[in-house]
């Protein structure tokens, strides 16, 4: 049997990787968390990665599910501002 300390770091690993999974499999959350590291509107990015809004919306609240990103402005109803998270700063050092 394994110490807890260990059955945790597996745990901790498999979920980060599930994690690293999760952004690699769609071009666009990859180039949106990359691209995230300032504070951005979803309009700005588009218009910077020249994607349409709408796949640069669904992939921001994708990453923002996971803890990935966050809202910086969440009272605004447009014009939201999102950046990464610490958490998802770690797993584009793992990409």
Known sequence: MLPNNLIYFDTF??????????VTRAKNRKLILTNLKDPK???GLS???KLHRSAVSR???ELES???????????????????T????????EI
């Not at 910086?72 to 501002?81: A, F, I, N, V």
């Not at 610490?86 to 050092?93: F, M, P, S, V």
């Open 41 to 43: 509107t979803p309009s």
């Open 66 to 84: 996971k803890g990935l990103v966050k809202c910086l402005t969440p009272d605004e109803k447009m014009g939201r501002y999102y950046q990464i």
């Open 13 to 22: 690993l498999l979920r980060m990787y599930d994690l690293i999974s999760f």
């Open 59 to 61: 992939a921001i609240l």
């Open 47 to 49: 218009i910077q990665l």
């Open 86 to 93: 610490e958490k998802g700063r770690k797993i584009l050092k």
